[in-house]
């Protein structure tokens, strides 16, 4: 059965790569063993990661995720490649659908098709990494001749990250692991039957197939503004379709509904004072350090494995908001 424990995302919210080496060496050392990194709009997922595996390879990385769109099946197979290189078994590559915005608006790819583009871009992986020769004509990619010099010698796992019902029984099934976020953990019990459904199809073990969770750890003193900028968040998330039509499958679309009709209408303030308390409070990890962790058991007790928290502050200062990351870095660092 995979271990319960908890990770960190890389990069460290507002602190330079360059900076990064000494916190990863703090973080190996503080009992964390898993850094996951992200990637919106900040830094590329696979950078820190090659970074850190050459900092801490004792450490495992993954990233969570990158997208299906943006980087051509060869591309994304050579990147994972060479990192994996670097610390061999030591890396999980990350696959998602990304969002319209991350695919369509900044990267100018058609966002269509979306399942199924996973599901040919897993096929053709997987192959490419087992030194085939791909030759694939799909509903959304042909490849044609493409065979990579250096193959990984280990295997490399694929998780495939998953929000509602269909797309959580496809990485149970298809995936090696599944990634998911932006829930709170009174919804983990859903999410966790709909994956485990998909895993025992795929003639798999649910009790050793892994579940990771990025949650966010919310750093700053409770206040107005605090309080605004957090309601901002769950508007600009939670009317992502994607994001909206996952909490309506977990049973949250009645109070919802009316941050969603504000927003369509587009009264932006209006949806943020529609913001419902329980999403705040599901979602957003905050107070004691010894709350933070109660909030954190919630998703181990329903059934994620890895927690891999983002640390967040609004501090304008640097040095303050770096201080602050690195203070609950410590306080919620493996017991």
Same mark, same amino acid.
């Given at each position: 059965?995979?271990?319960?424990?908890? /990770?960190?995302?890389?990069? #460290?919210?507002? @602190?330079?790569?360059?900076?990064?080496?000494?916190?990863?060496?703090?973080?190996?050392? *503080?009992?964390?063993?898993?850094?996951?990194?992200?990637?919106?709009?900040?830094?590329?997922?696979?950078?820190?990661?090659?970074?850190?595996?050459?900092?801490?390879?004792?450490?495992? #990385? %993954?990233? /969570?995720?990158?997208?299906?769109?943006?980087?051509?099946?060869?591309?994304? =197979?050579?990147?994972?490649?060479?990192?994996?290189?670097?610390? !061999?078994?030591?890396?999980?590559?990350?696959?998602?659908?990304?969002?319209?915005?991350?695919?369509?608006?900044?990267?100018?790819? !058609?966002?269509?098709?979306?399942? $199924?583009?996973?599901?040919?871009?897993?096929? #053709?992986?997987?192959?490419? &990494?087992? +030194?085939?020769?791909?030759?694939?004509?799909?509903?959304?990619?042909?490849?044609?001749?493409?065979?990579?010099?250096?193959?990984?010698?280990?295997?490399?796992?694929?998780?495939?990250?998953? *929000?509602?019902?269909?797309?959580?029984?496809?990485?149970?099934? $298809? +995936?090696?692991?599944?990634?998911?976020?932006?829930?709170?953990?009174?919804?983990?019990?859903?999410?966790?039957?709909?994956?485990?459904? %998909?895993?025992?199809? %795929?003639?798999?073990?649910?009790?050793?197939?892994?579940?990771?969770?990025?949650?966010? @750890? #919310? *750093?700053?003193?409770?206040?107005?503004?605090?309080?605004? &900028?957090?309601?901002?968040?769950?508007?600009?998330?939670?009317?992502? !379709?994607?994001?909206?039509? &996952?909490?309506?499958?977990?049973? =949250? %679309?009645?109070? *919802?509904?009316?941050?969603?009709? =504000?927003?369509?209408?587009?009264?932006?303030?209006?949806?943020?004072?529609?913001?419902?308390?329980?999403?705040?409070?599901?979602?957003?990890?905050?107070?004691?350090?010894?709350?933070?962790?109660?909030?954190?058991?919630?998703?181990?007790? +329903?059934?994620?494995?890895?927690? @891999?928290?983002? &640390?967040?502050?609004?501090?304008?200062? !640097?040095?303050?908001?770096?201080?602050?990351?690195?203070?609950?870095?410590?306080?919620? =660092?493996?017991?």
């Amino acid at each position: 059965m995979p271990e319960k424990r908890p /990770a960190i995302t890389l990069p #460290i919210e507002g @602190v330079p790569l360059s900076e990064h080496p000494d916190i990863l060496r703090e973080a190996r050392d *503080l009992g964390y063993r898993d850094l996951w990194s992200m990637e919106i709009v900040g830094v590329d997922g696979f950078t820190p990661l090659a970074q850190a595996a050459m900092v801490v390879p004792e450490m495992r #990385i %993954g990233i /969570a995720i990158a997208n299906v769109f943006s980087r051509g099946p060869a591309t994304l =197979a050579m990147q994972a490649c060479a990192v994996n290189e670097l610390n !061999p078994g030591k890396f999980t590559l990350g696959i998602g659908m990304g969002s319209p915005a991350t695919v369509e608006a900044w990267n100018g790819v !058609p966002y269509r098709n979306l399942k $199924k583009r996973m599901e040919e871009y897993l096929e #053709i992986l997987r192959r490419a &990494f087992a +030194g085939e020769r791909v030759d694939f004509e799909g509903e959304t990619v042909t490849i044609k001749g493409l065979r990579l010099e250096r193959p990984p010698e280990n295997e490399i796992p694929i998780y495939v990250a998953a *929000l509602r019902e269909k797309m959580l029984h496809f990485a149970g099934e $298809k +995936g090696d692991g599944m990634i998911t976020n932006w829930f709170g953990p009174e919804g983990v019990p859903q999410v966790i039957n709909a994956l485990h459904g %998909g895993v025992r199809a %795929g003639g798999k073990d649910p009790a050793s197939y892994e579940s990771v969770a990025r949650v966010m @750890v #919310i *750093l700053d003193e409770p206040s107005e503004a605090q309080e605004t &900028f957090l309601r901002r968040t769950v508007t600009s998330y939670l009317n992502v !379709p994607a994001y909206a039509n &996952f909490h309506r499958w977990l049973g =949250a %679309g009645e109070e *919802l509904q009316p941050m969603w009709d =504000a927003w369509a209408a587009g009264d932006r303030k209006a949806a943020v004072a529609a913001v419902p308390q329980s999403i705040l409070d599901g979602v957003f990890i905050r107070g004691t350090v010894e709350e933070r962790r109660a909030h954190v058991q919630r998703y181990y007790d +329903g059934g994620i494995d890895v927690a @891999v928290y983002y &640390f967040v502050s609004n501090n304008p200062d !640097p040095a303050a908001r770096k201080a602050l990351i690195l203070q609950a870095m410590r306080d919620m =660092a493996p017991r």
